[in-house]
């Protein structure tokens, strides 16, 4: 067990350590589950409890606070943060189409609904919304062959380019929908849609999309263990610990770098969110609230991969409000922020103005952090509400 606390305030948190290291072990009875780690840190930074548990790796290397992880798709929020930088930049408008950026050999033929193509009309907008209506490329798959997604469980390692992506989306060719607009849209979680704004941000700037991270937001907020896979972040203190799939570690480095997710530790994740929720990531902290000035919420989902109801999305941002009619007595606050693939979760708390994150590591455990963080909140809300 390993756990770092600081506590310096005028609140009551006699016990609220205890109950989490509590929550934390009880984490790791969840099945499959070989290593957890959680941390809440209230916004002023009186108050950070990170504690870890179980193995990193196979080879049985603890698991620790410091010990970097595979966060998955709670890359989002940093892939919207660039693409908000660059708009407020003048670099590029979130309603220019993704056509304007993208050579036509890319995107051509990706969306057709009835023999119309509707790729040119997909604006940057609708990619970070979830409206495009893009199918998620990780879940289809052509004839006779098993999705990505089924491979990369199976421990095939593989690698692949954005064209090998748009190539599958083109073959396949089942958009969900045509590009929505208005209120209230049609919305359905696809990694297709961040894939194509990871090659935008790569078009716009000329760079790598680990440069482009590195200058954008690495530097400017003192992230030194925050970076992609298959490169050098500036300090690592621990070695990156494993991701599983149920009881067997997954030896995929190819398909690690490919889905092009980042790898952090769990008190970086808060560095990073504190600086998105006050607007600290932007030149102009208004730019923040350009991810949350819309919400649309997803239908139901079976997906392995993508959330669906009850949660909402904004521009690269999840809104968590836990049904009211399950909970009518003791109502849990909301939260916003992003969850991943491998039971990662990051999120902030308006009404307690705290930050939860954690992960386990586990592909088994998407909907994980679901069940985890209402928990959380119930638990912390008697002590900063």
Known sequence: MAADTKTN??????????RLQEQLQRLMTAKHVKHAIIAVESMDG???????????????????TETPFWV?????LYIAAAILKLHEQGRLSIDDTMASYLPGNLVDGIHRINGVDYADKITIRHLMSHSSGLAEYLEIHRK??????????ENHDLSWRTEDIMQIVRDVDTPLFVPQSGAKKKIRYSDTNFQLLIAIIEKVTGQPIHLAFEEMIYRPLGLEQTFHPGTTPARQAAPVADVWYK???????QAIHSFRDLNSTAGELLTFMRALIRGEVFE?????????GEWNQFGFSISPVGPGWPIEYGLGIMRFRYPKFLNPIRPIPEVIGHTGASGSWLFYCPPLDIMLTGNVSQVAATALPFQVVPKLLTMLKPYFA
Do not use: R, Y
């Open 46 to 64: 009186s108050f950070k409890w990170i504690g870890a548990e179980g193995i990193a790796n196979p080879d049985g290397t603890p698991m620790t």
């Open 247 to 253: 009881d067997d570690p997954l030896n995929i480095p």
């Open 144 to 153: 006779d062959e098993k999705s990505l997604f089924e491979l990369v469980a």
């Open 72 to 76: 998955a798709s709670v890359t989002k």
């Open 284 to 292: 102009n902290p208004a730019t923040a609230k350009l991810m949350t």
């Open 9 to 18: 305030s005028s609140k009551d948190l006699s016990g609220l350590q205890e």
